[in-house]
């Protein structure tokens, strides 16, 4: 019990000075004045450092230059400490609970820095989609995952794939054509997605990306090869396999600028996506992450305005609709990383073993989006909610599925039906 005891603590210690040693000079010099004018349990420190370290992101005042000191000293019961913990969760909780403003918010751009683009000689690995096993918790379609491609270039501030890969560069598999070809597929596998460890569409064809995955789809024509981005980059000056599915991850204009640093724009994504179409694929769009910021429910409905005037019903294969979700991982190296950012300025509740906003505020948010699309689009596009609740199913898109299996055969259904049509 003792040892346990011992290593929760040091844990607890590590997890303080990981996000402490991150925080500029001057909070660290306020934060350790405020621990030695009150006594804070060690999960306390804990949870003032990674408020702090919240508040330097979102550009908002440090916590310890607003508590009313005067009152907090004044208490007789030798509760100071908790008395500034109570009064800094009621500062948080107002920040969290409100919509984001990014009226003022000018970022700098934070380009992460690569030392370059290398090749390494690993073998090419099927993975799964990150949902929880069995879709208790939320509903999966069990896509399957390929990384020809590890780490991004792009810089969005709530990126996850920064969090799995060293951030110094990236890697790109060697005889990628020769492994793809090799591989030994299970007939079970019918859709598998390369946009997991970086951006699909990120290189073009330049290190002959593009080439080995057409390969790839002409050898197994059942399989459905899915390409997500969020470039802008034209490689559609020729057509490829009508199982290979090209979608983009769209988002309102004032994140794209405030959050998604280096990517495309949405017209640039929306025009590739055209551009796609014309040479004869299917496109798919996910409206993912969406962000509860002032003025969503007047730029995301223009998203949804956009498709329908750019594309048909018969172009897309799928819509996705899904937002912010966060691991602890992932919340630790945002703020060590200390970016300015406002995506963490957000109430952050337990989702399936992440963090993410109430299921009410997605409620609203998911079927403001899904309301602005047409009858035509709700019967002839394949709508799904991108590792959400599945609660949240028949409010939003008016189904559910009993299970994960459910699910998948539904998609499996529509995107079959709609890749014989092209």
């Known amino acids: 019990m003792l040892d346990n005891i011992s290593l929760c603590y040091n844990r607890g210690v590590k997890a303080f000075d990981d996000i402490f040693s991150y925080l500029p000079l001057d909070i660290r010099e306020s934060l350790d004045a405020l621990f030695s004018r009150y006594r804070f349990t060690e999960s306390q420190r804990l949870e003032i450092v990674k408020d702090e370290a919240d508040l330097r992101q979102w550009r908002e005042r440090s916590f310890t230059k607003l508590a009313d000191y005067e009152a907090i000293d004044a208490r007789k019961d030798g509760r100071k400490g908790e008395a500034y913990i109570a009064a800094m969760r009621e500062y948080m909780r107002r920040l969290r609970s409100s919509e984001t403003d990014y009226s003022s918010f000018d970022?700098?751009?934070?380009?992460?820095?690569?030392?370059?683009?290398?090749?390494?000689?690993?073998?090419?690995?099927?993975?799964?989609?990150p949902c929880p096993v069995d879709g208790e918790k939320t509903r999966c379609c069990n896509l399957r995952t390929m990384d020809p491609i590890e780490q991004c270039?792009?810089?969005?501030?709530?990126?996850?794939?920064?969090?799995?890969?060293?951030?110094?560069?990236?890697?790109?598999?060697?005889?990628?054509?020769?492994k793809l070809l090799a591989m030994d597929v299970d007939p079970s596998v019918w859709h598998i997605g390369t946009g997991q460890a970086s951006d699909s569409l990120l290189l073009g064809n330049d290190k002959g990306t593009l080439s080995a995955l057409t390969a790839f789809a002409e050898a197994h024509p059942n399989v459905?090869?899915?390409?997500?981005?969020?470039?802008?980059?034209?490689?559609?000056?020729?057509?490829?396999?009508?199982?290979?599915?090209?979608?983009?991850?769209?988002?309102?204009?004032t994140i794209i600028e405030k959050e998604e640093?280096?990517?495309?724009?949405?017209?640039?994504?929306?025009t590739d996506a055209e551009r796609a179409r014309d040479k004869g694929s299917?496109?798919?769009?996910?409206?993912?992450?969406?962000?509860?910021?002032?003025?969503?429910?007047?730029e995301y409905p223009k998203i949804a305005e956009e498709i329908e005037r750019r594309f048909s019903a018969d172009d897309i294969y799928a819509i996705s609709i899904g937002t912010l979700t966060f691991t602890k991982a992932v919340l630790k190296k945002l703020r060590q990383r200390g970016a300015e950012s406002r995506v963490l300025e957000m109430e952050l509740v337990e989702a399936a073993g992440k963090f993410s906003y109430p299921l009410e505020t997605k409620r609203l948010m998911f079927r403001t989006v899904y309301d602005s699309f047409s009858?035509?689009?709700?019967?002839?596009?394949?709508?799904?909610?991108?590792?959400?609740?599945?609660?949240?199913?028949?409010?939003?898109?008016?189904?559910?599925?009993?299970?994960?299996?459910?699910?998948?055969?539904?998609?499996?259904?529509?995107?079959m039906a709609k890749m014989r049509k092209r």
């Open 153 to 178: 270039a792009f810089s969005c501030a709530y990126c996850s794939v920064q969090a799995f890969y060293s951030e110094g560069e990236i890697h790109t598999i060697s005889r990628l054509k020769e």
């Open 107 to 129: 970022p700098a751009s934070h380009p992460r820095i690569k030392h370059g683009i290398h090749d390494i000689d690993k073998p090419i690995i099927l993975g799964r989609c």
């Open 282 to 298: 299917l496109v798919g769009f996910h409206i993912h992450p969406m962000v509860f910021f002032k003025g969503w429910e007047e």
């Open 224 to 253: 459905i090869i899915e390409l997500k981005s969020k470039s802008g980059r034209d490689v559609f000056q020729h057509g490829y396999p009508r199982n290979i599915f090209f979608s983009w991850s769209l988002n309102a204009p």
């Open 261 to 270: 640093h280096l990517t495309a724009s949405l017209e640039e994504r929306l």
């Open 375 to 415: 009858p035509l689009f709700h019967d002839d596009v394949f709508f799904y909610l991108c590792m959400e609740d599945p609660s949240l199913w028949p409010d939003v898109l008016g189904r559910e599925y009993p299970c994960d299996k459910a699910f998948e055969e539904d998609m499996k259904r529509s995107y």
